[in-house]
């Protein structure tokens, strides 16, 4: 977790581990404070931002003059400074690949000094249950480096509070505090996992563990990340009896009934709703979905596909009308590529465009967030439903909503209108924000005509937008009617 200003500083209490589980020297000299300034975006008033915010966070270094560390660290930096354990100069650094998906990051630091004496460390092997491990970083509270011992108590597939993408994780009983975020986890001198979040319980804590570290770092060997694959498809468990009989999966077979094949997914043509899938790569699936990926050790069946890279190819075994068909499936889709409303994004300036004083954006986590941390209570209930449950499909690929209305002459009777739906601009279905750009900037009727999910209408003289738009925007002291990313798509069309 980031620290930041507004985090009342707690003292926290660690425990000097001088066992066998306590780091040698060269381990506590490759421990890397982290100091970022980040500043974000305001999504109700996405042309502008928040302000400066600084942070602190833990990270450590790896081979080839690098430091690893959690992308949440780091995330929307605009400076970033780090220094050795030990040490007491900071030195400037640069994000040099991150990955939001799996929470990691990697730093570079021009100045070589920086690294003068340091041995690298090294990756280790998956944990065990009940290894012992140590935890390093510099949770708030002070300035040296806290060594805290605990043991590794589960290891499962979870939510990463980061990117809320469900990958694989180890559970430890050693406390993990703003600031330890990005810190190693230590056994027999070797990273085993990085420390990136607290669980809901006294003394739980969660590290990425080795095969999403190895993975990250495999993808970015040609300097850009890829992305963890995903297959895009809506599925279910077949724990039921019934369930079971009717799609003839009997005593010895096992698996997970597809309900859909979102748009877009590199799984269309070639697996069908009411399909069985009975093993990936030759690994059977069990009826709760799981498969054992070490002996007497079980996660969902995605860890197969998840430990592959973008353009592999995952084998899939499927029961399609009693008849079992093997095939495989290029994997050209990333985690989480199907939602309809995205969870937060980092790093990327928000989508919007402005029409007559008419702010549009679509519906991300970002924008649900500026209800604050209550959101889920204080949002509106539809755009809530939106995020937790909207699928993207071939008639919608974004909800379009109405932000605000920059109060002008033109738009007189809409000043009070905001967080509308959008389903139509001058007749046409409204699927992206892209499509409402379109339906305004092709149209020579004298009426713009925007109507909402409820059926309510925004009426806008043509010619006087036109003539006004300019005006309204100087008014509100904004310099561009829309992102950057909007232009460059029109550029394109």
Known sequence: MKTSAKIILTIVFCTIVYSSAQAKTNVKESIVKIYTVCNRYNYYEPWQMRGQRRGTGSGCIISGNRILTNAHV?????????????QSKKYTAEVKIVAH???????????????AGVKPLKIGKLSQVRDKVAVYGFPVGG???????GVVSRIEHCAYTHSKAYLLSCQIDAPINPGNSGGPVIKNDKIIGIAFQAGGGENIGYMVPVPVI??????IKDNKYDGIPDIGISYQKMENLDLRLKYSVNDNKSGLLINKIYPGSSAGGILK??????????????NDGTIEFRKNERTPFVYVIQNKYTNDFVKFKILRNNKIINTKIKLTNSVNFW??????QYDVVPTYYILGGMVF???????????GGDWNNDALKNLINYYYHGEISSERKEIVILVQVLADEINIGYHNWKYNVISYVNDQKISSIKDLVKAFEGYKGKYHTIVDERGYRIVLDRKKVEKNNQKILKKYKINFDRSKDLKIKLLKK
């Open 339 to 344: 939602r309809l409303v995205p969870h937060e």
């Open 361 to 371: 954006e679509p519906l991300t986590l970002d924008f649900l967030n500026e209800w």
């Open 214 to 219: 190895n993975h990250f770092l495999q993808d």
């Open 74 to 86: 780091i995330a929307d930096q605009t400076f970033i400074q780090v220094k050795r354990a030990g």
């Open 101 to 115: 998906e799996c929470d990691l990051a990697i730093l570079s630091v021009k100045d070589d000094s920086f690294f």
């Open 143 to 149: 300035d040296e480096l806290c060594i805290t011992e």
């Open 273 to 286: 709703s009411g399909d069985v899938i009975l093993s990936v790569d030759d690994k059977n699936i069990a």
